[in-house]
């Protein structure tokens, strides 16, 4: 008869360190999770280097006539060849060789992207707009 309290007594002794130990844990979970954030948001805040500036789309995603002149001076070895109004510009291309001739350095361009099946881009068509 004896046997059955004393094995009562050490099972509700087991569930008690059982349940303190889940607690301690718990506790100890949620301590190092509030620590992260609060680490992350102090770096974050701290970081010089690193800022996010949301810069909102605007205008109808044409491009000027100067800055497709800069982007086919940048063309360099392994990018995608471009065509402005029908002309060809792949690189490597020469500085030398570059001309605005066909190029309307005021007026505005349509891109046109085209990617292959991973997602590289092939080729940039831009359309001057009327």
């Given at each position: 008869?004896?046997?059955?309290?004393?094995?009562?007594?050490?099972?509700?002794?087991?569930?008690?360190?059982?349940?303190?130990?889940?607690?301690?844990g718990?506790?100890?979970?949620?301590?190092?999770?509030?620590?992260?954030?609060?680490?992350?948001?102090?770096?974050?805040?701290?970081?010089?280097?690193?800022?996010?500036?949301?810069v909102?789309l605007?205008?109808?995603?044409?491009?000027?006539?100067?800055?497709?002149?800069?982007?086919i001076?940048?063309?360099?070895?392994?990018?995608?060849e471009?065509?402005?109004?029908?002309?060809?510009?792949?690189?490597?291309?020469?500085?030398?060789?570059?001309?605005?001739?066909?190029?309307?350095?005021?007026?505005?361009?349509?891109?046109?992207?085209?990617?292959?099946?991973?997602?590289h881009?092939?080729?940039?068509?831009?359309?001057?707009?009327?």
């Amino acid at each position: 008869m004896n046997y059955a309290p004393r094995t009562m007594l050490e099972m509700s002794a087991a569930l008690l360190v059982f349940l303190m130990a889940a607690g301690s844990g718990l506790i100890l979970f949620q301590t190092c999770a509030s620590l992260n954030s609060l680490a992350y948001v102090t770096g974050q805040s701290q970081e010089r280097n690193l800022q996010q500036i949301a810069v909102p789309l605007s205008g109808d995603g044409s491009v000027s006539g100067a800055e497709v002149l800069q982007a086919i001076a940048r063309l360099d070895e392994g990018d995608a060849e471009m065509v402005v109004d029908g002309i060809r510009f792949a690189p490597p291309l020469e500085r030398e060789q570059l001309s605005s001739v066909g190029i309307r350095l005021k007026g505005r361009y349509q891109p046109a992207y085209e990617r292959d099946a991973s997602g590289h881009l092939q080729r940039l068509t831009l359309r001057s707009l009327p």
